[in-house]
């Protein structure tokens, strides 16, 4: 993961960097350096700890240079250290180097290395990179413009993993060499000036103009240009692409955390990523599909691929395409996926759901489905990443810039958008029309009742202080309510720290339930009108026992048998989970501020993981 930024231009580097680490904070922060070209000598300052630490390095102010790199790290190779932060430099001190991924046959090409004399100071695979460029500089006779170039391309080839990488030179004051593999990286062109980042939100600020890198093509930059290469040099033409995204939206707008905000924003994620795409009176369109009934109704399978909450997303898409669209549908965590010989043919659809777009994992599993000749289709919610650009075809959810490391308007966004794809393929196949109309009205009401089901805040922050201290939570549902327990027992997880798990209600009294003692606190979600009566026979299991117990439904339920009730608006169970998972954001949210944690980056995780 970790988070990369650099500048080259007039103004002075150093306060841009750290700027841009800020806003990288969610993709690691156990230490953070800067390095800048001061009077045609590198320097480096770098620290464990927060960006925030960088303020009080001696003589950080009076950095001048005008070219410089910066890293916020998310520790894979080696602990949280001085010595481990990026940038790393190669021992006569001519290349300095920032790295985000990892680089898997580091060993081997450090033992080279050190018989060729060169010397290691850090545990890290990084600091092989810019000792690498020093060995193919040294070794190049020629000594054209195309040196520097020449030498990162030379050490690239040997490597092997993933890497997104930002070089500058103490004997090339006036260019940065920058490159990616596996890994984000962006350019931000300005006037007379060049930003790097690894994701377009942190340097939204200073452009709305940024280019887009495939894999190992290499950028030569300088203050004035940028130049495109190819993995072998080939000089190679890119077109720059306006981001509409505009750099408030990517603010916290005064709520206290960017997880709030983004609970909030809810309402207009959805109404964005329904767009166009559906209207009561016509049918779907997607822009970018163009599926035909012959090859829906060919299908095999239909895969859905992720990670985390997308995964989540995804066992919802499953409940809504079987049922609509009567065709065979899994879904798959990516990591378990591409190591399992998956049968898929040219007549499966391979799904892959990724808010970043930039999950290491989930981009194997792409790559591994389209080597078996299925087709794929990527949801992710950033235009030019990593997952659109591999796959056969790609549709957006809008949800806007997601800071907080916690996923929330990424997951309802892909809700949606799943429901959308959905409706897309019945309409197409000619099935479920009536469930359709009907489906179609509800989601276009979603977002006004999103607003409605937001204002049970109170009620819930109430509840948060009631449960903080717990150790362990239960979350119980069935169907598709099901999918949302397994949703809020992540969150809740990930940003306060207590144990959670979810179950599917009827599999309580097969085990969990030996568990269950006086005052445990057990959730359920309750929407679908058909497994009602069951899963309150299963809450009153728990009941029995002394659990307490928190309900959040749209059914008429008997209050008095629960501890707390949370009404939502009632609307079509597939999209049910768009409403529902709302009270259990904000749970999770609530009980992680009582706790007095960093609620937009919990420890030890990271927004973007783009290592496996
Ligand atoms: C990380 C994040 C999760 C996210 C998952 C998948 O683990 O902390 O919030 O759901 O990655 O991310 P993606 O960008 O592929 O949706």
Redesign the pocket.
């Given at each position: 993961m970790c988070g990369i930024v650099g500048y080259i231009g007039t103004k002075k580097a150093s306060p841009i960097l750290i700027n841009g680490l800020l806003r990288l904070e969610y993709r690691g922060y156990d230490s953070a350096g800067i390095s800048t070209i001061e009077k045609n000598e590198i320097s480096i300052m770098k620290n464990k700890g927060r960006v925030k630490n960088l303020y009080n390095l001696p003589g950080i102010d009076d950095l001048e240079g005008t070219i410089g790199i910066a890293h916020t790290r998310w520790a894979t190779h080696g602990k949280p250290s001085k010595e481990n932060s990026h940038p790393h430099m190669d021992n006569s001190k001519t290349f300095s180097v920032v790295h985000n991924g990892i680089i898997e046959n580091y060993n081997e090409l450090r033992e080279f290395l050190q018989n060729k004399g060169y010397t290691f100071y850090s545990q890290t695979d990084t600091e092989v990179i810019p000792n690498l460029i020093h060995y193919y500089y040294t070794n190049d006779s020629k000594n054209d413009s195309l040196k520097l170039l020449r030498a990162v391309k030379n050490a690239c080839t040997d490597l092997k993993g993933s890497f997104a990488l930002e070089i500058i030179c103490r004997e090339s004051p006036d260019n940065m060499i920058v490159v990616r593999k596996d890994s984000p990286l962006v350019i931000g062109k300005g006037d007379g000036e060049n930003y790097i980042s690894s994701d377009i939100p942190a340097i939204l600020s200073f452009t709305r103009e940024f280019y887009l890198l495939n894999d190992l093509e290499f950028v030569v930059l300088s203050r004035n240009d940028a130049k495109f290469y190819d993995k072998n040099l080939n000089p190679i033409d890119k077109k720059v692409q306006t981001i509409e995204w505009n750099a408030a939206s990517a603010e916290k707008d005064g709520f206290d955390d960017y997880m709030l905000k983004e609970i909030y924003e809810q309402p207009s994620a959805i109404r964005e990523t329904i767009g166009a795409k559906l209207n009561e009176g016509s049918k779907c369109e997607f822009e970018e599909l163009n599926f035909s009934k012959e090859y829906l109704k060919g299908l095999n399978k239909i895969y859905l691929i992720?990670?985390?909450?997308?995964?989540h997303a995804g066992l919802a898409g499953k409940v809504m395409i079987e049922h609509l669209c009567k065709i065979p549908t899994e879904v798959d965590i990516a990591s378990e996926f591409r190591y399992r010989n998956p049968l898929i043919d040219d007549k499966t659809l391979c799904i892959f759901?990724?808010?970043?777009?930039?999950?290491a994992d989930?981009i194997a599993a792409l790559k591994l489905s389209k080597a078996n000749g299925a087709k794929t289709l990527a949801i992710s919610?950033v235009i030019g990443s990593s997952i659109t650009r591999e796959a056969d075809y790609s549709i957006y959810t809008h949800a806007g810039p997601e800071i907080a490391?916690?996923?929330t308007k990424?997951?309802t966004s892909q809700v949606m958008l799943l429901a959308i794809l959905a409706i897309y393929f019945a309409e197409t196949l000619e099935l479920s029309l009536n469930e359709v109309t009907d489906l179609k009205k509800d989601i276009l009401e979603l977002p006004k009742k999103i607003d409605e089901t937001l204002k049970c805040s109170d009620k819930i922050k109430s509840f948060a202080n009631k449960i903080y201290q717990e150790k362990d939570v239960f979350f119980l549902g069935r169907g598709i309510d099901e999918t949302v327990a397994r949703e809020a027992s992540l969150k809740l997880k990930?940003i306060s720290y207590i144990h959670s798990d979810s179950y599917p209600a009827g599999e309580l009294k097969h085990g969990p339930i030996a568990l269950i003692e006086n005052g445990i606190t057990v959730i359920s979600i309750m929407t679908d009108p058909k497994l009602v009566e069951k899963t309150v026979s299963n809450i009153q299991e728990v009941i029995t026992r002394g659990a307490k117990t928190l309900v959040v439904t749209n059914q008429d339920v008997d209050d008095n048998m629960f501890d707390y009730v949370i009404h939502i608006p009632k609307t079509n169970t597939f999209i049910s989970p768009i409403l529902s998972i709302l009270p259990l954001q904000l749970l999770s949210y609530y009980v992680s501020k009582e706790k007095g944690l960093d609620v937009d980056k919990p420890r030890n995780?990271?927004?973007?993981?783009t290592v496996e």
């Open positions: 992720a990670c985390g909450t997308a995964m759901i990724s808010q970043s777009g930039e999950t989930t919610n490391v916690a996923s990424a997951y990930e995780l990271a927004k973007s993981v």
